[in-house]
């Protein structure tokens, strides 16, 4: 499994922006898909965004289209998370995750049970 460590969170006045970055170590050489998740207090963890090694998919949760972008290095192994237009509503832990296992396009793209290596997150506050 990766070991994953998530970098770039903070705090930030609504409409800002935040780059997340995820770093990566150990074996890699069967990830197949990275993603971004977040989950807020009290509420269950959610899918963000997520993108095939190589980026030539992506698949984005309604509440972020328009408004976040991910992207991948697919040399260094690493994913980020661009978000534009920070709401209030965007606070959360954010976690970093990857996927060794095919997952079809769709909704299964941001379901945690689909990944099987985590980072232990970074917290994104935004205040209105």
């Known amino acids: 499994q990766a070991h994953l460590v998530e970098s770039g969170g903070g705090s930030v006045q609504a409409g800002g922006s935040l780059r997340l970055s995820c770093a990566s170590s150990g074996y890699t050489g069967d990830i197949q898909f990275l993603a971004w998740f977040r989950q807020a207090p009290g509420r269950e963890r959610e899918g963000v965004a997520s993108?095939?090694?190589?980026?030539?998919?992506?698949y984005y949760a309604d509440s972020v289209k328009g408004r976040f972008t991910v992207s991948q290095d697919q040399i260094k192994m690493m994913v980020f998370l661009q978000m534009n237009n920070l709401a209030p509503d965007d606070t959360a832990t954010y976690y970093c995750?990857?996927?060794?296992?095919?997952?079809?396009?769709?909704?299964?793209?941001?379901?945690?049970?689909?990944?099987?290596?985590w980072g232990r997150g970074t917290q994104v506050t935004v205040s209105s």
């Open positions: 995750a990857m996927s060794n296992q095919w997952i079809y396009y769709g909704e299964g793209r941001l379901s945690p049970s689909n990944y099987n290596s």
């Open positions: 993108i095939t090694r190589g980026g030539g998919s992506t």
